[in-house]
């Protein structure tokens, strides 16, 4: 397994400075976010994707990815966000193949509305699917699906739902987040790993605190059974520390950012009963 995290919780620096400080916490892999700010406002700029390459290159346990997902939606009503929603993630599949990305991860559609989907939003995350995983594996990337918030406009908040889009499309494989399953319920995250365990490709880690998600998992002792569950399931995969930095009372420099993500990153590795390897 690999100790990894996810570099929008380090979005105010630069992409060099995201791997130094990744590596000072001991941390040698990294999911970029294409929407990592320092990069994503300059992507089209021959040089952000020059220094990202040099900047990926020197973790040594290279890389996965995160599609975009702010602002898009595959189930979109608005036919533009549907379009654009595909377009972004063919163009994110062409830079995980540049820069090595070990599995790209993609968000499910929603319905638009605060009401449950129809078959028509689930067409369109159909065809979404459809030509994403057709380029996924033209460029030999696997392509991986994250389990949804849970929610009335939600798909695949449930393994049931993901389970059955999984089996529609060969080479889909699926990105377990923690803190979405659990908000569910802890039986929810359990029954995710029993009965989708073989196609996990990624996992994101986090506690819920207080109604938020995206907390450091050491402080919230009730998540240790996912993991140990994880772990007893022999996956092996990443282990990809996903905080949000706003559940914090006040900013965090620069060094409280490294001892925070030591710190988790010790956690991680005590619950798995080793170091990355």
Not at 47 to 60: G, H, Q, R
Not at 129 to 143: F, N, P, Q, V, W
């Amino acid at each position: 397994m690999q100790v990894s995290c996810s570099s929008l919780f380090l979005w105010e620096y630069p992409v060099c400075d995201i791997m130094d400080i990744l590596l000072e916490a001991g941390i040698n892999s990294v999911e970029f976010w294409a929407e990592t700010p320092f990069f994503w406002m300059g992507r089209n700029d021959e040089t952000a994707v020059a220094e990202l390459i040099e900047s990926i290159s020197i973790m040594p346990k290279g890389c996965t990815m995160h599609a975009p997902v702010m602002d898009l939606n595959p189930s979109s009503y608005n036919d533009l966000v549907h379009e654009a929603t595909i377009s972004e993630t063919l163009w994110s599949l062409e830079l995980a193949r540049i820069i090595g990305a070990r599995v790209v991860t993609i968000h499910p559609g929603k319905r638009t509305a605060h009401r449950k989907p129809t078959n028509e939003d689930w067409e369109k995350f159909m065809k979404y699917l459809e030509i994403s995983t057709s380029k996924a594996r033209s460029l030999g990337i696997d392509l991986s699906l994250e389990n949804s918030m849970p929610g009335v406009q939600s798909m695949c908040s449930n393994p049931g739902e993901m389970k059955e889009v999984l089996g529609r499309f060969k080479g889909l494989f699926f990105t377990f987040d923690v803190v979405h399953a659990f908000l569910n319920s802890p039986h929810i995250a359990l029954s995710f790993i029993d009965e989708l365990g073989d196609k996990i490709k990624n996992v994101h880690i986090g506690a819920p605190h207080d109604g938020k998600a995206h907390y450091p998992i050491r402080y919230e002792k009730k998540m240790d059974i996912v993991l140990q569950r994880l772990r007893d399931s022999g996956y092996k995969g990443d282990l990809t520390i996903e905080i949000d930095d706003k559940v914090y009372p006040g900013a965090l420099s620069r060094d409280d950012k490294i001892k925070e993500l030591t710190d988790e990153r010790k956690y991680i590795e005590s619950i798995f009963g080793e170091k990355e390897n």
